[in-house]
């Protein structure tokens, strides 16, 4: 099993559209959550962090994470088609220097 | 504006070749990332460095070297290329933060799609 799952998609949404993009783990020890959007041909942007548990909002989109379940979702509102990219989720542990674990990615196309 | 730069966008090598991938960072960073990309599996660490000259193994290493001779630059080397050694190749650096609370965010460069003929 790898230590980050994530559903590699594609998931397809009409323009407007509320998305949820999603990952599980299973090492409690991670304590820094991050998401990252890869648009086509490009590298991987950080898009958001969060530390250990709670939301965080930032335009249209909201970072949620659940230690006690494991789960960090990606909220997007209002989707747009310039939101069409792979999204990574990311974690690491404290104090573990920059080592950051994956997920595999999730692909998102916004349909206008 | 961060910027990390790797030498060639697209590469087409032969079985058993050996292969030369070069990052460069512009931000006085301390800490590079070699890490390759395949479908379904993510982003999978290759080597890391966090000085000049110091390298540390990542989670998939074999078949790969790497140098760091200067700050800014690090090399990934493939010895003798193989077949499934064809992949999206990304580079990525960091700076050091103060403490241990930190995120820390990884700046990537655009990527090396090698394929191994």
């Known amino acids: 099993q790898k230590e980050v799952e994530q559903d590699p998609g594609p998931l397809s949404v009409p323009e407007g559209a509320i998305v949820s993009l999603n990952c599980t783990y299973s090492?409690?020890?991670?304590?820094?959550f991050m998401w990252y959007r890869q648009y086509s041909r490009k590298g991987p942007e950080l898009l958001m962090y969060t530390y250990s548990s709670g939301n965080k909002e930032d335009g249209r989109f909201t970072a949620q994470v659940d230690k006690s379940s494991k789960y960090i979702s990606l909220f997007i509102r209002d989707s747009q088609p310039s939101d069409s990219a792979t999204y990574l989720c990311?974690?690491?542990?404290?104090?573990?220097?920059?080592?950051?674990?994956f997920g595999g990615g999730t692909r998102l196309m916004v349909k206008p | 504006d961060v910027k990390v730069t790797q030498s060639s966008r697209y590469l087409v090598k032969r079985t058993g070749e050996k292969v030369f991938l070069e990052c460069v960072q512009d931000m006085d960073h301390e800490n590079m990332f070699w890490y390759r990309q395949d479908p379904g599996l993510g982003l999978r660490l290759i080597y890391f460095?966090?000085?000049?000259?110091?390298?540390e193994k990542g989670d998939i290493p074999e078949g790969y070297s790497v140098s760091r001779e200067k700050k800014e630059r690090f090399s990934l080397i493939l010895e003798s290329a193989s077949t499934n050694q064809t992949s999206m190749y990304l580079c990525?650096?960091?700076?050091?933060?103060?403490?241990?609370?930190?995120?820390?965010?990884?700046?990537f460069g655009p990527g090396t799609r090698l394929t191994v003929l």
């Open positions: 990525a650096s960091s700076f050091i933060p103060p403490g241990p609370a930190n995120h820390n965010e990884q700046f």
């Open positions: 990311a974690m690491r542990v404290n104090n573990a220097g920059n080592m950051l674990t």
């Open positions: 460095s966090y000085d000049v000259k110091m390298k």
């Open positions: 090492n409690s020890a991670f304590q820094y």
